[in-house]
Every structure is written in C-alpha cells, then in structure tokens.
C-alpha cells in the first residue's frame, strides 16, 4: 500500500514542476472573448484559428467565454467562431505579434428550424480532448443497429474476449460508466447490460485512460463512460430511429428520444425498444497429457448456441433552473431484458489415434431475466463567480433471474441419461452519494474537493437439483447463497494551474474499503464468512507543455486499483457443460497499478503517445481441475503475480481532399505476464492493433469504410488470443427535407471477426474457435421533429453536452 508520505510527495514533485517551468506571459498570445445576443459569456463555443483558411488550432472557451490562443508564431490569423443555435462568424485578421491581444465576438442567433441542423455532419467520428478520446456514435454510419457492446468492440485501443471481458490499451480491468455513473457490474451482468443497449441510445462514448482524483479509482487500464442521449433545447423537439437488421437472425432496434424545454423547466423522455435473435458456434479440442507429458485422451467438443433477446429501457426526468445560479434535477431509469437460449453440444471422447471412444450429446436451456432500475437527485449551486457546489444522489436496483436446464446423454453401450437443472437468481442494491466543491482561484487556475460513499448490497442464490428416477433431488455439492455487502468511502483534491505554456493538475484521492461475506451452509457445504478492510492513497496528476501554436506536449500519471467484483468472490458453481464449471475465488485481493503516458499532438492532425503500466496482484483467469474429478476443468480467477505493459500508439485525423476524411490509430503493446498456477509461469507478447475509419461526402451521399484488425493476444496468462478483425462500410442520405436520414450499413462484410485461440491447463489444452452472427445488413431511419429555437448556455455545462443536444440522430 502506498503511504501517505509518498502521495504526499508526488504532489510536491509535481507542484516543483509546474513551477519550474514556469514564465509569466507571452506577448504572442491572444484571446478571443465570445458572448451570446444578451452578452452574456458563451461558454463552450468552439474557436478555430485560420491562416489562408487553413484551421490550426482548436480552442474551446472556458466558463467566461474566452479561448486563450498560446505561443503563436508571427503572422496574421483570424478565428473562426461558431456556437449551437447561432451563426458561424470570422473575425477580421489580427497580426500576430501586434498591439491588439485580444477580440470580442458578439454571435447573432440562428434562425433555423432543428430539422435542418446538420445532426452529424462534420463531425469527426473519433475525437481527442485532454486526456479522453470521445467517439461520436451518430457520426460513424456502420454504428448503426449495433448493440454497445458490438460499438466498443469495433472502437480504437478497446478489445472484448469471448466472455465478454473489455480491456483498454492493451490492459484489462476497465470502469464502466453510464452517465458517469459506475455500473457496478462485471462478467456476465455486464455483457447483459452492454448487449440491451443500442446505439441509438447513445450519443457519445469516453475512452479515459488516465481519469483524475475526481473519479473513482477503481479500473486500472482506466474509464469507459457511455453517455446517453439527453437534449437541452428550448421548445419541443425529439426524434425517432427504427433499425432492422438481418445476419443468421433478424434483428431490430427502435428509440424515441423526446425534449420539450420552457421558462425554468427542462424535461426530457428517451425509449428504447429491442428485439435481437442471435447464435454462438464453438468449437473445441481438449487434450489431456499425463504428468510425462504423453498424450492420454482427446475431447471433440461442439456447440450451437441459438437465442434471442428483448429489452425495453425508459430514462426520464426533470430538470428546474431555480434561479440563474441554481439547477435540481432528478432522473428514473429503468431496463428489462428477457434472454432465452438453447445449446445443443457434443463431447466426443477420442484416444491418441482420434478413434471416438464414447459420445455425450447435452442440451442447455436457460432463461434470463435482468430488470434495473435507477434513481438520480442533483443539486448544481453557483455559490459566486469562482465557486461552484453540485450534489448527486443515487439508488440502483438489479434483480437479475437465470434459469438452466441440462441433459446428458452418453452414446455407448450402457449408455446413461442425466438431468440437472439450476435456480441462480441475484438481487443486487446500491445507494451512493456524493459532492463536488469547485473554486477558481483566477481565470486559469481552481481548486476542487470531494466526497463520496457507496453501500452495495447482494444476495446470489444458486439452487441446483439433480433428476433421480421421476424426482428432482437437492445437489448441495454445486448449491451454494452467498450474501455480500460493501461499502465505499472516499475523499479527494485537485489543484489545477497554468504558468505560461506550462499548464498541469496534480490530485489525491483517498479511499477506504470494507466488505463482509457470508456463505450459507446446507448438509454437505459447512457455513463460511470473510471479511476485509483496508484503506488506500491514489494521487494523480499530468503537466501539458504548449511548445508553440502547433504542438503541445502531457505527461499523465496515476495511480488506480481493480477490486475483485463479488460475482469472483463467490465461490459457487456455474456450470458451462459437462466437463468445465466456472468458479469465483473467496481469497481474491485487489490488484494495483501505476499507469503513465507521454502524449504529442501536433495540430490536432497527428497524436503519439508512448505508455507504461505496472499491475500487482493481477487478475488473471486461471483453469483447475475440479477436486474430484480430473476430467472437469474449473475456469477461476486468481492473483497470479504482475504484469507490464509498454504502449506506444499514434492517431492520424486528416482530410487528403476535400470530400474525404481519415481518422486513424495503431496501438502497439509489448506484455510481459509473471504468474504462478502450480508452478512458475512467464509469458511475454507482442501485439498491435489497426483502427481505420473513412468517411466519403458524395453529394447528399455520406459513405464509410471502417474495420479493425488485431494480431496475436493475451490478456490471461495461459490463454492466446489469435489474430482477428472485420471490415464495415454504411451509406447514408437525408431525406424528407433534412428532417430524416436513411442508413445502410454491412457489418463484418468478410465474416472475418472470429475468437479463435489457445489455452493450456494443468495437464491440458485446448484449442477453440468461436463465430457468433456478426455479419449484418442494417437499414435504419430516423426523423427528426422540433420547433425553430434559440440555446442560450446555461452555466456549468461542458462542451460535449453541446454537441449532444444536436448530435441526438
């Protein structure tokens, strides 16, 4: 555990640096000062600079409405300002350096109707911003009809396994967030809420590597944040989309998003309504070795894995702006997810030669039902110009049901036919509060301080019978109720500065944890509990060096924590097939990183990033034999020592003509694994992986080309991923005057993007390869209704909030 001293000396290493640094002023800087029709500070407008209408650089104004241009070379520039709801202006030309420094741009308001803004033209699919790299998710066409889960899959630097796992950068334990809310969900749970969710529900995901003190410690390879779709214009607007899509199986998406925004009220209602059927197909060869390392026995395994999905997900609420300085709101949203799938599997026992022994055919039927429910109360008070009070407030339900039905059936002579069957139903409670103080000690430098706590209760029941003649009987070897509760108290502070072109933050983050675990015994099973406290220090920081008008230089570091979900701490039986069981680990303890990044952007054109992380205790899936039978392999997590990660990518986002736009990332990880799982075990790999996105304006024609690629893998240190990938191209049109848009999109054109690799056991491996229904044709529509409006910003909200509200196509 870190001590205090050391946290406490981060900060003052990084506050040296800051000052070192530093330089008061620099007479090649300019500001340009933005207001709306009432003069009041536009904040968050967008201001580029120009030379020979070329755009170099990108600024955003801050709460005042001013962008600060630094270090800018000698030459004349004018800036091109443009702000929702009203009209783009350039101003006239400024010599660069000169008497003027600054500007002041008054913006006339547009008097267009919401079905003639463009939704998503222009806008970059991929965008970088300090520290986060933001996908617009209605700028990229083959998003169209995608679950999340399929929209990370194909984003930049983000990999997801056959089980579902997500990993950032190459590195695994990922945060994921909706609405900056954490889901407190892993595993299975996860990919049920990720896979209920369409891309039309979304209007942004944040990919955050490196987070500040402000959020939750929690995810060492960082944050990934799924911001809904939420509009803030005046007036009564909103829009409709409808997808049908067909792979192997039909698939249909449908969401409303509703707005309607008078006086001090703003009130907003989104519907979602989805219908998916879907398949898995795996295949599988095991081999079993003696301890000689001679080959004993072959298993041939096949399933198909047919089922279907539908879920209905509502989030509405009410925001009232008391007064220009105060703003509460609350929010209730709610998902119900009804799964059902079939398996039908064959295990065939081979010898060495390949010659079948014997034959188990199984079929699986399994019911899922995932209900969530959510409540959200916030505060935002604007104490004075330079301080800032907003309060939140948070309750989550899930009530999770999975029903599972086996049978086995041995083809041989005195064959055998078996039947089992499984009650897994789960209740998980959350209550969380927190408080955010922010005060601005001038117009570039602010304090920040925070509060939070969070109460998690579960309770899992894992009932299994087993069929004995015409009556089912209790298997109390595999039942199993775990009961869990957890609380979470943490504290931090951030100090942001800026000195000349130096401009950094450095942040502390405290946090105590406690959980308390009980494990109900029946007549087999004795009655167990465990319990753990412990407390720890996270600082944070980066510096961000402005070398001149074209390139700036940031250094991150941080250090995060990944505690073990309860669902890997419970050590009750899920039963995958015959031969492998999965299994939690009661004696799981944290895993810790340090994570640091060294990024150049170079005219918001060209980012490189070079990066390096250390995890302890790490997580990895690790494979037993079942203590009573060797023939069953349990797949597990286990701390199984640490691993490293060296990272260097570079994004390109560029126009080589005028109709064509490119955005572009590799990311280059070299992994090294130590861990122990019965004896000493290190692996190292190198992997890359390609992200390529083209978009094409062909008259009222947008066309895309997009797909990834990923080389050898490893994510666990006994199993390897093999190469992979997918092609996609979408085509769209608006319609209807601009107030609809037609898509077309074909996913996974080459059926290329499989699971295939390599696991190795104790005295065993397998090979295995897994296709599930990618390959899909999508046509949506979407139309959009609203009154002409005009937005006037209200205080606090960021510049991503504004692109939302017209981003919601």
């Known amino acids: 555990m870190i001590s205090f001293k050391t946290a406490v000396s981060f900060i003052l290493l990084n506050l040296c640096a800051l000052s070192a640094f530093c330089q008061q002023g620099n007479s090649h800087d300019f500001f340009i000062a933005v207001l709306n029709e009432k003069s009041q500070p536009a904040e968050a407008a967008t201001v580029k600079l120009q030379k020979d209408n070329t755009t170099l650089l990108t600024a955003i104004t801050d709460v005042k409405g001013v962008a600060h241009f630094k270090a800018l070379k000698p030459g004349t520039y004018t800036f091109l300002v443009s702000y929702t709801g009203y009209q783009p202006q350039t101003t006239q030309a400024y010599q660069i350096p000169g008497k003027i420094t600054s500007a002041t741009v008054t913006l006339k308001t547009a008097s267009t109707s919401l079905n003639e803004v463009s939704v998503v033209a222009n806008t970059p699919p991929i965008r970088h911003q300090q520290g986060k790299v933001i996908l617009e998710v209605a700028a990229s066409v083959t998003n169209t009809g995608l679950t999340v889960l399929e929209v990370l899959e194909k984003s930049p630097g983000v990999m997801v396994d056959k089980n579902g796992g997500i990993s950032l950068n190459g590195k695994g334990g990922v945060l994921v967030m909706i609405d900056n809310k954490p889901t407190y969900l892993s595993g299975a749970d996860l990919n049920n809420l990720l896979t209920s ?51 192997i199986y039909p698939k249909n998406t449908n969401s409303l998003v509703l707005n309607y925004r008078v006086g001090k009220v703003n009130t907003f209602f989104n519907y979602n309504v989805n219908y998916v059927e879907y398949m898995m197909d795996i295949y599988a060869l095991r081999k079993y070795y003696d301890p000689n390392g001679t080959l004993t026995a072959m298993l041939d395994q096949y399933s198909y894995l047919p089922g279907n999905s539908f879920n209905n997900t509502i989030k509405t609420g009410l925001d009232y702006y008391i007064s220009p300085k105060t703003t509460i709101g609350f929010a209730v949203s709610g998902t119900t997810v009804k799964r059902n799938s079939s398996n039908r599997a064959s295990a065939n026992w081979q010898n060495p030669q390949g010659v079948t022994d014997s034959a188990i055919n199984t079929t699986n039927e399994s019911r899922n039902r995932f209900k969530y429910g959510a409540i ?129 933050q450095v942040g502390l983050r405290y946090e105590y944890t406690g959980y308390d675990a009980h494990q109900t015994g029946n007549a087999i099973q004795a009655d167990s509990s465990f319990s753990r406290n412990y407390s720890q220090f996270f600082p944070s920081g980066y510096l961000s060096y402005q070398a001149d008008s074209l390139n700036s230089f940031t ?204 696991t190795s056991f104790p005295n065993a491996t397998e090979y295995f390869l897994l296709h599930r229904d990618t390959r899909v044709y999508t046509l949506s529509f979407t139309y959009r209704f609203g009154k002409s409006y005009k937005t006037t910003k209200r205080p606090g909200s960021s510049a991503t909030d504004e692109m939302e509200r017209v981003g919601n196509g």
């Open 376 to 504: 959200n109360v916030n505060l935002r008070h604007t104490i004075s110009a330079s301080q800032e009070l907003e309060v939140n407030a948070d309750y989550l339900n899930y009530d999770i049901k999975a029903d599972q039905t086996f049978e086995n059936q041995l083809i041989a002579p005195n064959g055998y036919r078996e039947m089992s069957r499984g009650n897994i139903p789960t209740g998980i409670k959350i209550g969380s509060g927190k408080a955010d103080y922010t005060l601005k000690l001038n117009k570039t430098d602010a304090l920040a301080f925070g509060w939070k706590s969070s109460f998690t209760n579960t309770d899992n029941l894992a009932a299994y019978e087993n069929l004995v003649g015409s009556n089912w009987e209790d298997d109390n070897t595999k039942t199993n109720h775990f009961i869990y509760k957890e609380n979470i108290h943490a504290l931090y502070g951030t100090l942001d500065k800026k000195i000349g072109k130096i401009s950094g």
């Open 197 to 247: 969710m369409s891309s039309t529900q979304v209007a942004q995901i944040e990919l955050i590597a490196n987070p500040t003190a402000r959020y939750d410690a929690n995810g060492n390879a960082g944050i990934i944040n799924i911001k809904t779709k939420k509009n803030n214009i005046k007036g009564f607007n909103g829009s409709f989309t409808t997808a049908l899509g067909q792979g």
């Open 555 to 758: 250094l991150t570091a941080g250090r995060r924590i990944d505690r073990p979900p309860f669902q890997l701490l419970n050590p009750f039986y899920a039963i995958i097939n015959k031969y492998t069981y999965s299994t939690g680990n009661p004696f799981l303890l944290p895993q810790l990183s340090w994570n640091f990044e060294l990024s150049h952007n170079y005219k918001e054109l060209l980012t490189t990033t070079a990066s390096y992380s250390r995890i302890g205790n790490y997580f990895s899936q690790i494979f037993l034999s079942a203590p009573n039978d060797d023939a069953i392999l349990l797949y597990t997590q286990g701390n199984v020592g640490s691993t490293y990660n060296l990272g260097l990518s570079t994004t390109l986002v560029t126009s080589p003509v005028k109709w064509w736009s490119v955005t572009a990332q590799a990311l280059y990880n070299h992994k090294q694994l130590r861990g122990f799982n019965g004896n000493s075990f290190t692996t190292e790999i190198d992997q890359l992986n390609v992200n390529v996105n083209n978009q094409f304006g062909l008259g009222k024609y947008t066309a895309e080309l997009s797909g990834f690629y990923t080389t050898k893998a490893r994510n666990d240190v006994q199993e390897l991923l093999y190469p992979t990938g997918q092609v996609s191209v979408g085509l769209s049109r608006p319609i209807f005057g601009k107030k609809g848009t037609l898509r077309f999109s074909a996913r996974d054109l080459f059926y290329t993007n499989a699971m295939e690799g390599f």
